[in-house]
Protein backbone atom coordinates (compact mmCIF):
# COMPACT_ATOMS: atom_id res chain seq x y z
CA UNK A 1 0.00 0.00 0.00
CA UNK A 2 1.05 3.06 -1.22
CA UNK A 3 0.22 6.56 -2.60
CA UNK A 4 -2.43 4.65 -4.96
CA UNK A 5 -4.63 5.02 -2.08
CA UNK A 6 -6.05 7.11 0.69
CA UNK A 7 -5.29 4.69 3.56
CA UNK A 8 -3.57 5.88 6.47
CA UNK A 9 -0.15 4.57 6.31
CA UNK A 10 2.20 3.03 3.61
CA UNK A 11 2.42 -0.99 4.30
CA UNK A 12 5.44 -2.80 2.73
CA UNK A 13 5.87 -6.65 2.90
CA UNK A 14 8.79 -7.85 4.02
CA UNK A 15 8.31 -11.86 3.98
CA UNK A 16 5.41 -13.89 4.35
CA UNK A 17 4.75 -13.59 7.82
CA UNK A 18 5.47 -9.52 8.26
CA UNK A 19 4.52 -6.24 6.74
CA UNK A 20 5.98 -3.23 7.65
CA UNK A 21 3.79 -0.55 8.35
CA UNK A 22 5.03 3.29 8.06
CA UNK A 23 3.43 6.96 8.69
CA UNK A 24 4.48 10.34 9.82
CA UNK A 25 2.52 12.92 10.84
CA UNK A 26 3.08 16.29 13.46
CA UNK A 27 0.36 19.14 14.21
CA UNK A 28 1.17 22.70 15.85
CA UNK A 29 0.27 22.78 19.56
CA UNK A 30 -4.17 22.71 19.54
CA UNK A 31 -3.63 23.24 23.46
CA UNK A 32 -1.36 25.88 25.06
CA UNK A 33 -0.34 22.76 27.63
CA UNK A 34 3.48 21.33 26.27
CA UNK A 35 2.84 18.13 28.44
CA UNK A 36 -0.96 17.62 26.42
CA UNK A 37 0.27 18.67 23.31
CA UNK A 38 3.14 16.26 23.16
CA UNK A 39 0.60 13.21 24.01
CA UNK A 40 -1.90 14.66 21.97
CA UNK A 41 0.10 14.33 19.13
CA UNK A 42 1.88 11.19 19.63
CA UNK A 43 -1.39 8.89 20.05
CA UNK A 44 -2.16 11.22 16.42
CA UNK A 45 0.51 9.72 14.74
CA UNK A 46 0.59 6.31 16.61
CA UNK A 47 -3.08 5.90 15.57
CA UNK A 48 -2.24 5.63 11.83
CA UNK A 49 -0.52 2.38 12.53
CA UNK A 50 -3.33 0.97 14.42
CA UNK A 51 -5.97 1.67 11.90
CA UNK A 52 -3.88 -0.53 9.80
CA UNK A 53 -4.81 -3.25 11.76
CA UNK A 54 -1.05 -2.98 12.98
CA UNK A 55 0.98 -2.84 16.21
CA UNK A 56 3.46 0.16 16.76
CA UNK A 57 6.83 -1.14 17.16
CA UNK A 58 9.18 2.41 16.77
CA UNK A 59 9.14 6.11 16.90
CA UNK A 60 11.06 9.18 15.83
CA UNK A 61 10.64 12.66 17.08
CA UNK A 62 9.84 14.91 14.28
CA UNK A 63 10.63 18.96 16.25
CA UNK A 64 9.77 21.80 14.65
CA UNK A 65 10.72 24.67 18.00
CA UNK A 66 11.23 28.73 17.94
CA UNK A 67 14.48 28.15 20.74
CA UNK A 68 15.24 32.01 20.23
CA UNK A 69 11.59 32.76 21.37
CA UNK A 70 10.33 30.24 24.03
CA UNK A 71 12.03 28.49 27.06
CA UNK A 72 13.74 25.06 26.28
CA UNK A 73 11.86 23.32 29.14
CA UNK A 74 8.70 24.07 27.06
CA UNK A 75 10.45 21.35 24.44
CA UNK A 76 11.51 19.30 27.41
CA UNK A 77 7.84 19.00 27.90
CA UNK A 78 6.69 18.38 24.70
CA UNK A 79 9.43 15.71 24.68
CA UNK A 80 8.55 13.78 27.84
CA UNK A 81 4.74 14.07 26.69
CA UNK A 82 5.80 12.10 23.61
CA UNK A 83 8.21 9.59 25.08
CA UNK A 84 5.46 8.78 27.45
CA UNK A 85 2.61 7.46 24.94
CA UNK A 86 5.14 6.04 22.71
CA UNK A 87 6.08 4.01 25.85
CA UNK A 88 2.18 3.05 26.82
CA UNK A 89 2.09 2.16 23.10
CA UNK A 90 4.76 -0.62 23.65
CA UNK A 91 6.89 0.74 21.20
CA UNK A 92 10.36 2.42 21.72
CA UNK A 93 11.34 6.00 21.01
CA UNK A 94 14.63 5.63 19.14
CA UNK A 95 15.57 9.10 18.00
CA UNK A 96 14.44 11.97 15.79
CA UNK A 97 15.22 15.10 14.25
CA UNK A 98 15.03 19.14 15.35
CA UNK A 99 14.90 21.94 13.32
CA UNK A 100 14.80 25.58 14.27
CA UNK A 101 10.94 26.93 13.37
CA UNK A 102 8.62 30.04 13.84
CA UNK A 103 6.14 28.13 15.22
CA UNK A 104 6.38 24.60 17.35
CA UNK A 105 5.28 21.46 15.57
CA UNK A 106 5.37 17.88 17.10
CA UNK A 107 5.17 14.92 15.58
CA UNK A 108 6.16 11.40 15.15
CA UNK A 109 7.49 8.91 12.21
CA UNK A 110 6.25 5.84 13.07
CA UNK A 111 6.79 2.01 12.16
CA UNK A 112 4.63 -1.19 12.78
CA UNK A 113 4.34 -4.33 11.42
CA UNK A 114 1.20 -6.28 10.65
CA UNK A 115 0.53 -9.90 8.94
CA UNK A 116 0.57 -9.42 5.23
CA UNK A 117 -2.32 -11.17 5.05
CA UNK A 118 -4.26 -8.66 8.26
CA UNK A 119 -3.62 -5.45 6.46
CA UNK A 120 -6.34 -3.44 7.70
CA UNK A 121 -7.82 -0.85 4.86
CA UNK A 122 -10.33 2.01 4.58
CA UNK A 123 -11.62 0.51 1.47
CA UNK A 124 -12.60 -3.50 2.56
CA UNK A 125 -16.06 -2.36 4.08
CA UNK A 126 -18.71 -4.15 2.26
CA UNK A 127 -22.75 -3.66 1.97
CA UNK A 128 -24.33 -4.64 4.91
CA UNK A 129 -21.32 -3.58 7.33
CA UNK A 130 -22.37 -1.64 10.60
CA UNK A 131 -20.25 1.06 11.32
CA UNK A 132 -18.69 2.01 14.74
CA UNK A 133 -17.07 5.33 15.77
CA UNK A 134 -14.95 4.84 19.19
CA UNK A 135 -14.57 8.30 19.93
CA UNK A 136 -16.73 11.94 20.59
CA UNK A 137 -16.30 14.21 17.72
CA UNK A 138 -15.77 18.37 18.39
CA UNK A 139 -12.73 18.83 19.20
CA UNK A 140 -11.96 21.70 16.59
CA UNK A 141 -13.95 23.84 17.32
CA UNK A 142 -13.10 23.56 21.24
CA UNK A 143 -9.81 24.20 20.28
CA UNK A 144 -10.64 27.23 19.21
CA UNK A 145 -13.60 28.09 21.67
CA UNK A 146 -10.73 28.11 24.44
CA UNK A 147 -8.32 30.50 22.84
CA UNK A 148 -10.81 32.86 21.72
CA UNK A 149 -11.92 32.59 25.85
CA UNK A 150 -15.56 30.84 24.83
CA UNK A 151 -14.39 27.37 26.59
CA UNK A 152 -12.71 27.28 29.47
CA UNK A 153 -9.26 25.14 29.09
CA UNK A 154 -10.42 23.62 32.59
CA UNK A 155 -13.19 22.07 31.51
CA UNK A 156 -11.27 21.27 28.28
CA UNK A 157 -8.78 19.33 29.99
CA UNK A 158 -11.29 17.40 31.82
CA UNK A 159 -13.54 16.29 29.62
CA UNK A 160 -11.98 16.25 25.97
CA UNK A 161 -7.91 16.21 26.54
CA UNK A 162 -8.12 12.61 28.18
CA UNK A 163 -10.02 11.12 25.18
CA UNK A 164 -7.89 12.83 22.53
CA UNK A 165 -4.57 11.75 24.35
CA UNK A 166 -6.09 7.84 24.33
CA UNK A 167 -4.55 5.80 22.21
CA UNK A 168 -6.44 3.89 19.81
CA UNK A 169 -4.10 0.47 19.87
CA UNK A 170 -7.39 -0.69 22.78
CA UNK A 171 -10.23 -0.21 20.27
CA UNK A 172 -8.20 -1.78 17.04
CA UNK A 173 -7.57 -5.04 19.90
CA UNK A 174 -11.16 -4.91 20.71
CA UNK A 175 -12.56 -5.02 16.89
CA UNK A 176 -9.63 -7.64 15.53
CA UNK A 177 -11.38 -10.43 17.68
CA UNK A 178 -14.76 -9.57 14.75
CA UNK A 179 -14.79 -9.63 11.11
CA UNK A 180 -13.51 -6.24 10.64
CA UNK A 181 -13.32 -5.02 7.02
CA UNK A 182 -12.53 -1.83 7.34
CA UNK A 183 -10.88 0.91 9.84
CA UNK A 184 -9.91 4.69 9.31
CA UNK A 185 -9.06 7.32 12.07
CA UNK A 186 -10.88 10.51 11.76
CA UNK A 187 -8.88 13.65 11.81
CA UNK A 188 -8.67 16.80 9.89
CA UNK A 189 -11.59 15.88 7.24
CA UNK A 190 -14.04 15.40 9.34
CA UNK A 191 -16.28 12.86 10.10
CA UNK A 192 -18.07 13.08 6.26
CA UNK A 193 -14.79 14.00 4.68
CA UNK A 194 -13.32 10.28 6.27
CA UNK A 195 -16.59 8.33 5.82
CA UNK A 196 -16.52 9.46 1.64
CA UNK A 197 -12.96 7.95 1.41
CA UNK A 198 -14.56 4.77 2.52
CA UNK A 199 -17.58 4.87 0.52
CA UNK A 200 -15.59 5.50 -2.74
CA UNK A 201 -12.90 2.75 -1.13
CA UNK A 202 -15.79 0.11 -1.16
CA UNK A 203 -17.90 1.55 -4.06
CA UNK A 204 -20.78 1.84 -2.23
CA UNK A 205 -23.26 4.25 -0.55
CA UNK A 206 -22.70 5.18 3.64
CA UNK A 207 -25.78 5.73 5.66
CA UNK A 208 -24.95 7.85 8.58
CA UNK A 209 -27.12 8.49 11.63
CA UNK A 210 -26.22 11.76 13.06
CA UNK A 211 -28.54 11.73 16.42
CA UNK A 212 -26.30 8.44 17.06
CA UNK A 213 -22.96 10.58 16.86
CA UNK A 214 -21.30 10.72 20.16
CA UNK A 215 -20.22 14.55 20.52
CA UNK A 216 -17.93 16.46 23.10
CA UNK A 217 -19.42 18.67 25.33
CA UNK A 218 -19.82 22.51 24.57
CA UNK A 219 -19.00 22.08 21.18
CA UNK A 220 -22.94 22.32 19.67
CA UNK A 221 -22.74 25.66 21.82
CA UNK A 222 -20.02 26.93 20.41
CA UNK A 223 -21.16 26.86 17.18
CA UNK A 224 -24.25 28.57 18.31
CA UNK A 225 -22.40 31.23 20.05
CA UNK A 226 -20.34 31.90 16.43
CA UNK A 227 -16.93 29.90 16.75
CA UNK A 228 -15.69 28.10 14.02
CA UNK A 229 -12.61 26.35 12.62
CA UNK A 230 -10.30 27.04 9.80
CA UNK A 231 -10.99 23.77 8.64
CA UNK A 232 -14.85 23.65 8.66
CA UNK A 233 -15.13 25.41 4.97
CA UNK A 234 -12.71 23.18 3.34
CA UNK A 235 -14.07 20.31 4.50
CA UNK A 236 -17.22 21.37 3.22
CA UNK A 237 -15.89 22.17 -0.33
CA UNK A 238 -14.39 18.86 -0.70
CA UNK A 239 -17.50 17.06 -0.06
CA UNK A 240 -20.12 19.04 -1.80
CA UNK A 241 -18.20 17.76 -4.60
CA UNK A 242 -19.12 14.40 -4.44
CA UNK A 243 -22.68 12.79 -3.76
CA UNK A 244 -24.29 14.08 -0.37
CA UNK A 245 -27.87 13.81 0.33
CA UNK A 246 -29.10 15.19 3.90
CA UNK A 247 -32.11 13.02 4.51
CA UNK A 248 -32.84 14.99 8.10
CA UNK A 249 -33.44 17.92 9.64
CA UNK A 250 -30.25 19.83 10.76
CA UNK A 251 -29.97 22.94 12.16
CA UNK A 252 -26.78 25.17 10.94
CA UNK A 253 -25.07 24.26 14.05
CA UNK A 254 -25.33 20.73 13.82
CA UNK A 255 -24.47 20.69 9.97
CA UNK A 256 -21.06 22.33 10.87
CA UNK A 257 -19.90 19.79 13.30
CA UNK A 258 -20.17 17.48 9.91
CA UNK A 259 -16.96 19.51 8.99
CA UNK A 260 -15.60 19.60 12.46
CA UNK A 261 -11.56 18.75 11.80
CA UNK A 262 -10.61 15.91 14.39
CA UNK A 263 -7.36 16.09 16.23
CA UNK A 264 -6.67 12.69 17.50
CA UNK A 265 -9.88 11.22 16.56
CA UNK A 266 -11.55 7.62 16.88
CA UNK A 267 -11.68 5.41 14.68
CA UNK A 268 -14.37 4.19 12.49
CA UNK A 269 -14.95 0.44 12.25
CA UNK A 270 -16.81 -1.62 9.82
CA UNK A 271 -18.24 -5.06 10.96
CA UNK A 272 -21.11 -7.44 9.51
CA UNK A 273 -24.20 -5.65 11.12
CA UNK A 274 -24.91 -8.86 12.93
CA UNK A 275 -21.69 -8.35 14.95
CA UNK A 276 -22.44 -4.54 15.86
CA UNK A 277 -23.79 -5.07 19.23
CA UNK A 278 -21.24 -7.65 20.22
CA UNK A 279 -18.07 -5.03 19.11
CA UNK A 280 -20.09 -2.29 20.32
CA UNK A 281 -20.25 -4.34 24.10
CA UNK A 282 -16.58 -5.58 23.83
CA UNK A 283 -15.23 -1.86 23.39
CA UNK A 284 -16.98 -0.47 26.48
CA UNK A 285 -15.20 -3.84 28.64
CA UNK A 286 -12.15 -2.23 26.72
CA UNK A 287 -13.04 1.25 28.34
CA UNK A 288 -14.29 2.64 25.33
CA UNK A 289 -17.62 4.35 26.63
CA UNK A 290 -18.20 6.91 23.77
CA UNK A 291 -18.69 3.70 21.10
CA UNK A 292 -21.89 4.86 19.11
CA UNK A 293 -23.12 2.37 16.15
CA UNK A 294 -23.16 5.64 13.47
CA UNK A 295 -23.96 4.01 10.36
CA UNK A 296 -24.47 1.65 7.35
CA UNK A 297 -23.12 0.55 3.99
CA UNK A 298 -25.36 -0.24 1.64
CA UNK A 299 -25.14 -1.63 -1.73
CA UNK A 300 -26.00 1.34 -4.03
CA UNK A 301 -23.88 3.99 -5.82
CA UNK A 302 -21.32 5.73 -4.28
CA UNK A 303 -22.39 8.63 -2.09
CA UNK A 304 -23.44 9.64 1.63
CA UNK A 305 -26.69 10.01 3.45
CA UNK A 306 -27.14 11.57 6.33
CA UNK A 307 -30.18 10.64 8.39
Same mark, same amino acid.
Given at each position: MGIETADDAAVYRLSDEIAMINTVDFITPPVDDPYWFGQISAANSISDVYSMGGRPVTALNVVMFPSKHLDMGLLKEILKGGHDKVVEAGACLVGGH?? /? /??????GLCVNG???????????????? /???????????????????????????????????????????????????????? /???????????LEMAHGCNSRIVMRFRNLPFYPGA????????????NKANRAMVARHKLQMAGQLTKEEDELLYDPQTSGGLVLAVPVAQADALLAALRDAGISAASFIGEVLPEPVGIVVE
Open positions: TV /D /DEEPKYVVHPKRIITNAGARPG /DALILTKPLGSGVLFNAVRSGKFSFAELERTVLPSLAALNGPAMAAALNFELHACT /DITGFGILGHLLEMYKKGETTGS
